[in-house]
């Protein structure tokens, strides 16, 4: 949820380095009251000398907008700002400046008296249309992470004169995916960073790590139950509910969006990253469920090469070593963005929006598409096979003794980035492009199984929904599963010599292994049984170039983004005690019986 640095205090702005505009803006703050008497401090900039009445774009945001810099110096909305808009920004309630209390992703609750975030944000345009000069009567919303979410609660109510939204890298499913679980493995550094920075103090705050490598912090942290008992000490909310609610129970399915968001009720643009750290899912997940139920074609997505936000930058060409070889930003600001805002609340352009619009990686071009994912995409089956292979051919062996096993050990787990691993959002965190780091850092591990192709003769392109099939075996009572589709560079790559050998990963993604049948009712692995796992490595446009291979992964620790399975079932992990944490010897099976493979959609040509 937390943004990236350019846009830590404020959403509205990313890096500047552009001229003056011609439209001149006037800043103005003011506490505008919700239904309860609560009153939320507002900046709002209005263009002083446009010559039409223009609609107001607004944000709402727990970051902070006392710092709202003036838009014509903000390169997220500058093609907007050149031609007149009124901007407003808000803290929402309990943060900051504005009054009240703060509740994480408080939900929409639909109930006689209740206020939420939809309710705030309703009241908040009922004051700013009839209390802002020259506005045209129209209000768009948009807001990457928090914002973003923030944005989706209330267009899932909106007000008559919200005319169009985008939500923009928003959290979803809590529990399922995004932010604080992934398919119910616990995020654990960074729920234990995000709690502590919201909750902690009305204004964010870094937790005081007395390490610099907080893969040593979290080692030492040891059970779960330590984070109250040693430094938090129950008093930060969302963090206790954390420990109190293991299983995707009755509390997590209220918060979710997939209970309060049904159809697109004004136009939606999601919009998102396909590495993007902290909410990857969102808008993939909001985009299909309220693609089921648009009657009105106006649901509409976009897909980029980008991490958390990285679209709001200046000048985008590249996220870590990969290098994009134009500048997506710029064109999501000038050809996606503007035109949708400008078309649904100034009434310019034809609109004739793509469904789908995706950049699609290793080619370095930008796609667009009629449904998303594509329905002419066929799935292909990419098999784990003898001798560190993967083919697309499945195995014809009928040996039981055709897996390929490691030992994953509590104690020695799987950093799932570089060392030292600093503090999320801490000084030189290199936390923001850590998806796109080269995975050469875990070769010749033990506990990380390898298969790849030969080198590719041809491109071969994915596209669409990525899914594994992993059959798999533990000598433990729960497992973790980690799973990743990785294009290999050629080991001479003279275009680009730094990314010489670079292991790129396309699509990644953890499960834990009790959740197999249920997310609301877990149960034990029984240990030496085969099972099956279905992974979703959610959905990506790729092709993986000719001179290049395909290469999976597969471990069973990702730590510290992931606490450490004690691979011994208990009722729940956060109850887990230091001896329930124990060596587990994990098969990953290739034979016909039981094939493991990834889910492969191609379009046929």
Excluded at 159 to 188: I, Y
Excluded at 294 to 312: A, E, T
Excluded at 313 to 325: E, P
């Amino acid at each position: 949820m937390k943004k990236i640095a350019s846009i830590i205090i404020c959403c509205w702005f990313a890096a500047a380095g552009f001229a003056q505009t011609k439209i001149e803006y006037v800043r103005r703050e003011v506490m505008i009251p919700m239904r309860d008497g609560v009153k939320l401090y507002t900046v709002i900039y209005t263009p002083s000398n446009a010559k039409e009445s223009v609609p107001i774009l607004m944000q709402r945001t727990p970051y902070g907008s006392e710092d709202a810099p003036n838009p014509d110096s903000i390169s997220y909305v500058k093609d907007m700002a050149e031609e007149g808009y009124i901007f407003v920004t808000q803290d929402i309630r309990g943060r900051y400046k504005s009054e009240g209390q703060f509740v994480m992703n408080r939900p929409v609750t639909d109930k006689q008296g209740d206020v939420d975030e939809s309710t705030d944000t309703y009241d908040a345009i009922e004051w700013l249309i009839h209390n802002v000069a020259n506005n045209n009567g129209k209000v768009g919303q948009l807001g990457i992470s928090y914002p973003g979410w923030l944005t989706l609660a209330a267009a899932a109510r909106p007000h008559p004169a919200m005319k169009a939204a985008s939500e923009q890298a928003t959290m979803s499913d809590l529990f399922l995916g995004d932010d604080f679980h992934h398919n119910g493995a616990f995020r654990l550094s960074y729920a234990f960073d995000y709690s502590f920075m919201e909750e902690a103090s009305k204004v964010d705050t870094l937790f005081p790590f007395d390490h610099y490598d907080l893969y040593n912090w979290f080692l030492k942290l040891g059970p779960l139950s330590n984070a109250n008992e040693k430094y938090f000490h129950s008093n930060l909310p969302s963090w206790n509910l954390f420990m109190q609610h293991a299983n995707y129970d009755s509390f997590w399915q209220y918060k979710s969006p997939l209970r309060y968001v049904d159809y697109p009720r004004i136009p939606m643009l999601h919009v998102g990253g396909v590495w993007d750290q902290e909410d990857m899912m969102g808008p993939q997940l909001m985009y299909s469920k309220m693609e089921k139920l648009d009657s009105n074609n106006r649901n509409y997505i976009c897909i980029g090469p980008w991490n958390h936000g990285q679209w709001s930058g200046f000048n985008v060409t590249h996220l870590g070593a990969y290098q994009t070889g134009s500048n997506t930003s710029g064109y999501f600001q000038k050809n996606i963005q503007k035109k949708w805002f400008d078309y649904w609340l100034k009434g310019k352009g034809d609109g004739n929006f793509s469904e789908a619009t995706i950049f699609q990686t290793g080619s370095n071009e930008w796609k667009t598409y009629t449904t998303w994912p594509p329905k002419e995409a066929a799935n292909n089956k990419l098999y784990v096979t003898a001798n560190g292979k993967v083919s697309f051919d499945k195995p014809t062996t009928t040996s039981p003794a055709a897996f390929d096993e490691y030992v994953s050990d509590p104690k020695k787990p799987v950093p799932y980035r570089q060392r030292p691993i600093e503090q999320t959002y801490g000084p030189g965190s290199r936390w923001r492009p850590w998806l796109v780091e080269d995975q050469r850092f875990v070769d010749g591990r033990p506990d990380v199984l390898t298969w790849q192709s030969d080198t590719l003769t041809q491109d071969v392109t994915v596209t669409g929904n990525i899914i594994a099939h992993l059959f798999a075996s533990s000598t433990g009572s729960d497992a973790d599963w980690v799973v990743k589709l990785i294009d290999v560079y050629p080991d001479q790559n003279p275009a680009e010599p730094k990314m010489s050998g670079y292991e790129l990963m396309i699509a990644s993604e953890v499960f834990r292994g009790r959740y197999r049948k249920s997310f609301e009712k877990p149960e034990p692995i029984v240990p030496g049984k085969i099972a099956e796992y279905k992974i979703d490595l959610h959905q990506a446009d790729h092709v993986f170039l000719k001179g290049h291979r395909i290469m999976v992964q597969v471990q069973s620790s990702w730590f510290p983004i992931i606490d450490m399975n004690p691979q011994k079932y208990v009722a729940s992990i956060y109850d887990a005690k230091a001896a329930d944490y124990q060596k587990a010897t994990q098969r990953i099976f290739r034979n016909s019986m039981f094939a493991t493979y990834i889910e492969f959609p191609q379009i046929s040509k």
